[in-house]
């Protein structure tokens, strides 16, 4: 192909029979839709045939990187997964970032499409240009970790290994892909690899990748992104604590999800904010390529947990300590790593537990139920054995929770689905929509669920970093929603890290890193041309499930039940103008002249 950046073919595995191919990735595919969530978007929409369960031999997974990976471009050690949702029924594509992105590229390929599934459990070997699928059966049952470790030792340290832990291989809808301790984590692509008997994917590779930019040119812009990056103070606040610096600031606002969202504000976050953490961290480590360095390696060594892990985030922090009224942080940090071993979405399954706790408050669910586990709020001691249950999706409470909230709501029924808070079967991430209107927006309109990256409003509602607005004004957040969807978009499909979008690269200069890499000529208008592109593709998937407008809505609790600073939000007063904005029609589905306008072929 005659841009850059790319390998120009994507590895096609089909696991029920065995053969793999190498399919061309077009000039077409890569102006229109880029990389990442971009292609994602559109070889799924086309490969996923309309209508099949998730678990159904049909469904495929594609693990795909972007023009970026294996460049000198900071931040762009990052690769996606794509797949029909088991969780939400939509179309979900995950990110993590590592080292595996930029070894696949170096092996020669964009992507992997995996297709059928296989007899026995195996993984995935590439090599170059050699490509096996080989048994995985002395891997089998192990966690993620322990099943990266043996292929490590078994194939040498030099590969890149993704793979899934026990959730996987129990189907669980709640189950990731894990990368060392970089998760795929929402909207269960792990259970697809679990359903497909695919155990992991082992990449190594010998080659490099060409940036259209050369020579002293392509250093001095890559400089200039490192540089922008590395000087913004933000960065250091990135590296010392990760998200996790914002827990203090959010609570003191009261947009502190608390105990299953009937608070917002928690009264003991001052026992697990950074400060409390800081004490474990050990060391520091990056991505590869990345100049922001914000992952660090914690040891515990408390008389009730005792481990050496990763150091958690925001939202893992939020989901088990104020999701569930619990301030242990040693006991926060254990769930953590024991979904990451396991290979569970910490939000996902966090958020579940603190569901399951206001329905056991309120009667909906008894100790009979829950196997003498007192689900009440504040209930450390709740949180490793429900874990370990819902990883195993062990008979009762177990497989109950495993299901997450929407449909362990539905199974337990009465007022349950009231306190489930969740968009389209996806649990809410760790900011209150009653206290950002523009978030509100966006997790009720987003194509896979409640996904608060998919446009981060709260840095131009509170941080002031994309603008100044008030955060509890209705009138301007349709605009602002759509707009940050569309430009978030294209940073999802370069791939880089989203914490760009803190650290000082504006829109221009993702269009100019596009630009850098592939040689391509995109503006600022450009961008937003092409992230409308891919958010109306996914709606479009979305509509042929049958999902549309209907589901654009957050739980009653939101616009019925104040926060602490007396606000509620309706989103539904936002809908109208913003699916004008969009040329949708009043179901929320694009109109015809809208998908011609964009170039989008169904």
């Known amino acids: 192909m005659k841009y850059k950046g790319y390998k120009g073919q994507i590895l096609t595995v089909d696991l029920t029979t065995g053969r793999s191919a190498r399919v061309p990735l077009t000039d077409e595919q890569a102006e229109k839709y880029i990389g990442g969530r971009g292609l994602a ?3 799924l929409y086309d490969e996923i045939k309309p209508g099949i369960d998730p678990f159904s031999v049909d469904n495929k997974v594609l693990f795909i990187t972007g023009p970026a990976a294996g460049t000198l471009l900071p931040t762009s050690a990052r690769f996606a997964v794509g797949t029909k949702s088991p969780l939400t029924g939509t179309l979900t594509v995950g990110y993590a970032g590592g080292h595996w992105a930029p070894e696949l590229k170096y092996a ?21 240009n050699t490509v096996e699928i080989r048994d995985a059966s002395h891997l089998w049952g192990k966690d993620a970790f322990e099943a990266e470790e043996t292929l490590k030792r078994q194939l040498g340290p030099k590969f890149q290994i993704a793979g899934i ?38 990449v190594r590779g010998t080659g490099g990748v060409e940036m259209a930019a050369v020579g002293m040119e392509a250093i001095r812009e890559a400089r200039m992104f490192r540089d922008t990056i590395y000087t913004n103070p933000v960065k250091v606040f990135f590296r010392d604590a990760g998200t996790t610096g914002m827990l203090a600031s959010i609570n003191d606002i009261k947009a502190m999800p608390t105990r299953n969202f009937r608070q917002s504000y928690f009264e003991d976050t001052d026992k697990i904010v950074f400060d409390q953490m800081r004490r474990y961290i050990t060391r520091y480590e990056s991505c590869s390529d990345c100049v922001v360095v914000c992952g660090s390696v ?14 958690i985030e925001h939202q893992t922090t939020c989901a088990f300590g104020t999701y569930c009224g619990i301030a242990d942080l040693p006991a926060i940090f254990e769930a953590g790593d024991l979904c990451d071993r396991y290979g ?28 003498g586990i007192e689900l009440y709020f504040g209930n450390t001691r709740a949180l490793k054995p429900l874990i370990e249950k819902m990883a195993s999706k062990e008979p009762g409470i177990g497989a109950l929770l495993a299901q997450g909230s929407r449909k362990a709501a539905q199974i337990i029924g009465g007022d349950a689905p009231r306190y489930a ?40 509602e509170f941080l002031g970093v994309l603008g100044d607005f008030d955060r509890f004004d209705i009138a301007p957040k349709p605009a602002l929603t759509k707009k940050m969807q569309d430009s978030t978009a294209i940073i999802d499909s370069i791939i880089m890290c989203m914490f760009t979008v803190d650290l000082g690269i504006s829109v221009e200069l993702f269009a100019r890193a596009v630009n850098l890499v592939t040689g391509m000529s995109i503006n600022e208008n450009g961008v937003y041309e092409i992230g409308e592109r891919i958010n109306n593709l996914e709606r479009m998937f979305n509509v042929r499930e049958g999902i549309s407008g209907d589901e654009d809505l957050l739980p009653a609790r ?41 170039g989008i072929v169904l």
């Open 165 to 202: 832990g026990t959730a996987g291989e129990n189907l669980v809808p709640l189950a990731s892909v894990i990368h060392e301790q970089h998760a795929v984590g929402r909207g269960g692509p792990g259970a697809i690899m679990g359903q497909k008997n695919l155990k992991a994917i082992a």
């Open 108 to 128: 020669g390929y964009d992507g992997i499409l995996i297709s059928g599934a296989a007899s026995r459990p195996v993984y995935l070997y590439i090599r170059d």
């Open 298 to 311: 914690a040891e515990i060594d408390e008389e009730h947990v005792k481990l050496r892990t990763e150091r």
């Open 558 to 598: 939101f616009a019925q039940e104040p926060d602490a600073t007396g606000h509620t939000v309706d989103v539904s007063r936002m809908l109208p103008e913003y699916y004008r904005l969009r040329g949708w029609d009043e179901r929320g589905v694009p109109t015809r002249e809208k998908l011609q306008e964009l």
């Open 41 to 43: 978007t559109r070889i």
């Open 421 to 460: 808070m969740q968009v389209k079967g996806m649990e809410i991430g760790a900011y209150d929509p009653r206290g950002f209107t523009g978030m509100a927006l966006n997790l009720a309109t987003a194509q896979r669920g409640a996904d608060h990256n998919k446009a981060f409003t709260i840095a131009a």
């Open 344 to 371: 569970l979405d910490t939000m996902s399954v966090g958020h579940t537990i603190a569901f399951a706790m206001e329905c056991y408050e309120r009667g909906l669910l008894t100790a009979r139920d829950t196997g």
